[in-house]
């Protein structure tokens, strides 16, 4: 979808959606960590070494979904699809888009 196709109004919405998206991650991830740290099934070397694979992973699934592409309206769509092919924005918010915009990112 050419920039000219992604309304302003969807780029308003996808600034908004974004940085929630965002901060629902971080928060998630931080709780991930925290029942790691917390896993008193472990040893701490073993809590340790699960936390350092926990921080890793979800440093690099981090960057496949916030910053794979360059946040422009050039590439408004592209970011929109990771965002929801990764789960990382709910139903909610991606009613808060055009009608056209929701059927292009549902049918890929």
Known sequence: MPV?????????????????????????????AR?????????PS???DALCRKV??????LNSIFYTFNFSHSNALMILLALYNWKV???E????FT????????AV
Not at 35 to 43: G, P, T
Not at 56 to 61: C, L, R, S, T
Not at 99 to 106: D, E, K, L, V, W
Request: aromatic residues 10%; negative net charge.
């Open 89 to 91: 924005i709910t139903p």
């Open 46 to 48: 073993d809590r340790f």
């Open 56 to 61: 890793k992973g979800k440093q690099k699934e």
């Open 4 to 32: 000219k196709e992604f309304p302003d109004s969807d780029w308003k919405q996808l600034r908004k959606v974004y940085e929630a998206a965002f901060s629902r991650y971080c928060e998630t991830s931080l709780e991930e």
């Open 99 to 106: 009608p056209t915009t929701q059927a292009r990112i549902r």
């Open 35 to 43: 029942a790691v740290i917390e896993d008193a099934s472990l040893v």
């Open 93 to 96: 918010e991606l009613e808060l």
